[in-house]
């Protein structure tokens, strides 16, 4: 078991772009997901990323995008006080894959995809040397489904991720209060 998360993990730092396919869906474009989103759930092959105040925990709000971007309307919670910030996330030449510059170079996957429902986006960067990566799910409503969530950690899982390294955002004060 450890053994295949291993080698799971070793593919992970391998190749990144060979693990995204992005949407399989050829009718899905982009622009779909527009509009307002809340943070569900997240996961990362570095949990210590996930804890509170840490890069990682910001607060979809909304998402516009634009002919060269993503621009993500996020709160960030800075000594409990909810802190807007807006971020953009370049398109590049790959479909479905984006650049940001953001507590360092990140490359972002928009991976699954219902555009009334939910979206997985999945980032990558280097610290210290170590591919990290972060899944996160955003979804349309404050609640997510069952089924959703288990479309969440069946991806998780595929991407070496273990179910405990899975935080579920629902449960904490996500700044929807600072939400107009
Ligand atoms: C996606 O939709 C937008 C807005 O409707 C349109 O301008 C754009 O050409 C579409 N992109 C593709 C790849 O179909
Ligand atoms: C958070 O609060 C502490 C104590 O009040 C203060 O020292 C620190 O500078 C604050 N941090 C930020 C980022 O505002
Ligand atoms: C995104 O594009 C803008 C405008 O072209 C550029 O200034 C910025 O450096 C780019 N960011 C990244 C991370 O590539
Ligand atoms: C998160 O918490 C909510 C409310 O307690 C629950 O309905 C949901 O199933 C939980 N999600 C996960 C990923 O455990």
Avoid at 65 to 88: D, S
Avoid at 154 to 173: E, L, P, W
């Amino acid at each position: 078991m450890s053994l295949l998360l291993l080698a799971t993990g070793l593919t992970l730092l391998g190749s990144p772009q060979t693990l995204h396919q992005g949407p399989q869906d050829s009718n899905f474009n982009e622009t779909l997901v527009s509009g307002d989103w809340f943070s569900a759930a997240l996961a990362s092959n570095r949990p210590r990323l996930l804890q509170e105040g840490a890069d990682a925990q910001l607060f979809i709000h909304s998402i516009q995008v634009t002919p060269r971007a993503l621009q993500l309307h996020l709160h960030r919670k800075v000594n409990g006080t909810c802190v807007p910030v807006m971020t953009v996330a370049n398109k590049t030449k790959r479909k479905f894959q984006y650049l940001m510059e953001y507590g360092g170079q990140k490359r972002i996957f928009l991976e699954e995809v219902d555009p009334k429902s939910y979206v997985i986006f999945c980032t990558h960067h280097k610290e210290h040397g170590k591919e990290t990566v972060v899944v996160t799910l955003f979804s349309r409503t404050p609640k997510v489904t069952q089924d959703t969530l288990l479309i969440f950690k069946n991806y998780c899982k595929s991407h070496g991720i273990h179910k405990t390294n899975i935080i579920n955002v629902t449960k904490a004060d996500h700044c929807l209060h600072a939400r107009q």
